[in-house]
């Protein structure tokens, strides 16, 4: 099964601290995980940033909004205990418990609320589609990460767009950027020489390995709108066997087969290959051809800070 969301896991969660005991959040992802059968492997699945599994942190919100609208108290760190509120809410026999639930507590409701800068004012429209997030199944975390994913998805678009309508000389600049930036050795005037010089068939460019010089890497960057199938990776791994290479890299601004992809696995010589798509995520990553527009810091509670507790 899918990993419940957020919501899903409120009621499951007050219910589990009915006994009125003081509960640990270990005890409660792994009582919660086994009542609805969340599988080890789906408990492993991590967020997009990597910070932590998607379950752990959804549990996580569930315990925040039960907290902060006065149905469990944080008795000490990583514990918990259901208040009065929450067993007056379990004596309700509540189906679910969702955000719009949670909304009938004022302290809740002011949690959620957005509140403006000092000076700044917010509308209503904006308010309420900013803090109603019971029409939705995302925790605030999730929320960052989608828009973040999304656009990072349009950014690298856009990059897409305009290194196709770019000149051969441009990308061929641009693959050599991208690859002494991935820590590859050498400079870029010395790369930038070898590129389209070489005269072999099926290779555009070498770079070295390292600053030394001691091993070199074969490029071959193709601005190609379509395909790149089997019989251009079969060419260029040749030119690599005409010069007793073994390293290569096919760089395209179009997608590969998914026989060409397969053959590079089953052949002796290392040969990575980038397409489209990941050339984009490599330059948003590495700063190529993007500037930072704005940027925000998530900021957690250090508990190490209140370490008497």
Avoid: C
Avoid at 27 to 46: G, P, Y
Avoid at 174 to 201: F, T
């Amino acid at each position: 099964m899918a990993i419940p969301d957020f919501q899903m896991l409120m009621l499951p969660l007050l219910e589990f601290a009915a006994d009125g005991n003081e509960h640990s959040m270990r005890d409660a992802r792994e009582q919660l995980a086994h009542k609805l059968n969340v599988t080890e492997e789906e408990q492993q699945i991590s967020q997009p940033s990597g910070r932590e599994p998607v379950f752990s942190n959804r549990v996580g919100w569930a315990k925040a909004y039960l907290t902060q609208a006065g149905a469990l108290d944080a008795t000490r760190r990583g514990f918990f205990r259901i208040s009065e509120r929450g067993r007056s809410v379990l004596r309700e026999k509540p189906q679910k418990i969702t955000v719009g639930f949670l909304e009938r507590f004022p302290e809740f409701v002011e949690f959620i609320t957005p509140q403006p800068k000092p000076g700044g004012e917010l509308s209503a429209d904006v308010a309420d589609s900013m803090y109603r997030l019971g029409e939705v199944k995302q925790t605030p975390e999730e929320t960052l990460e989608t828009a973040y994913q999304q656009l990072r998805r349009e950014t690298g678009s856009e990059l897409l767009s305009r290194v196709k309508k770019s000149s051969a000389g441009f990308f061929e600049h641009l693959v050599v950027e991208l690859l002494l930036k991935m820590g590859y050795g050498g400079s870029l005037k010395e790369a930038g020489e070898a590129i389209g010089r070489s005269g072999d068939e099926g290779i555009d460019g070498i770079i070295k390995e390292d600053r030394l010089g001691l091993g070199v890497i074969y490029l071959q960057a193709k601005k190609w709108e379509g395909t790149v199938g089997r019989p251009e990776i079969q060419k260029f791994v040749g030119a690599l066997e005409g010069r007793q290479a073994k390293k290569g890299v096919f760089i395209t601004t179009g997608t590969f087969s998914s026989e060409a992809i397969e053959f590079v696995k089953r052949i002796n010589s290392k040969v990575a290959l980038i397409d489209g798509r990941q050339l984009t995520e490599f330059m948003i990553e590495l700063n190529i051809g993007v500037t930072e527009a704005s940027s925000y810091q998530v900021k957690r509670v250090d508990l190490d800070y209140f370490g008497e507790e």
